[in-house]
Structures are given as structure tokens and as C-alpha cells.
């Protein structure tokens, strides 16, 4: 079975940073767009992020635009999600996804077909 693999993921003070990895072994990451996606308790899952494959395509959740940045390293098959400025609404599983996503389709989930199992990012002082 296809697998992304997150890491990262932890405390953090508010105002601090983290990067979260997303990686494969057997996906080529840079075939497909990559979405980051995150979901806290009893809340919905929301957009964060989502690259091209071609990197030329990027958009970022309003509640996070401005603080957060998603780069893909091809050399090393993997996409960060780089973290700024974190406040403690950002606490959630936080989820990378890969698929044939399209401009019309790069922002929903339902555009992704393989998903990873998510890293926990928690905010508190």
C-alpha cells in the first residue's frame, strides 16, 4: 500500500516554529500536487496548504496565509510545510495528501488520493 509518511510534529510556545516532512518511498512526490490539511477536536477538516507538482500553483488557508510556507526539496522526494508565528488555534493532526489534483480541484480533499496518518502540532504556552 502507497504510504506518506509525516513527521515534525509537537509542542511549541505560541509565536514559535516547527516544519513539518512529508516523505515517500514509494511515491514520486513531485509527480502529483501535495495538499497539507489538518483537523483539531470536534472541528472539521480544513485546508492549510497546497503545491503543484510544478511548484508554479500554490494556495494557503486564510487563517494561515502570511505565517506559513509549503517548498518541495525533489531531491529528496519531500515537502515541508514550514510553520511561523504559531498561535494556539493551529493545534491539530496535521495531514499531508498526494494526487492528480488539477487548478479547479487543488483545493478540496476529495482531490487527493493518498493520504498520510498525520503528526500532531500542539500550541500552548
Known amino acids: 500500500q502507497l504510504q506518506l509518511v509525516e513527521s515534525g510534529g509537537g509542542l511549541v510556545q505560541p509565536g514559535g516554529s516547527l516544519r513539518l516532512s512529508c516523505t515517500s518511498s514509494e511515491i514520486p512526490l513531485d509527480y502529483y500536487a501535495l495538499g497539507w490539511f489538518r483537523q483539531a477536536p470536534g472541528k472539521e477538516r480544513e485546508e492549510v496548504s497546497c503545491?503543484?507538482?510544478?511548484?508554479?500553483?500554490?494556495f494557503y488557508g486564510d487563517s494561515v496565509k502570511g505565517r506559513f510556507t509549503t517548498v518541495r526539496a525533489n531531491a529528496d522526494n519531500t515537502v515541508y510545510l514550514e510553520m511561523n508565528n504559531l498561535k494556539p488555534e493551529d493545534t491539530a493532526v496535521y495531514f499531508c495528501a498526494s494526487g492528480p489534483a488539477i487548478l479547479s480541484t487543488i483545493r478540496r480533499s476529495s482531490a487527493y488520493t493518498t493520504w498520510g496518518q498525520g503528526t500532531q502540532v500542539t500550541v500552548s504556552s
Open positions: 503545491i503543484s507538482s510544478d511548484s508554479t500553483i500554490r
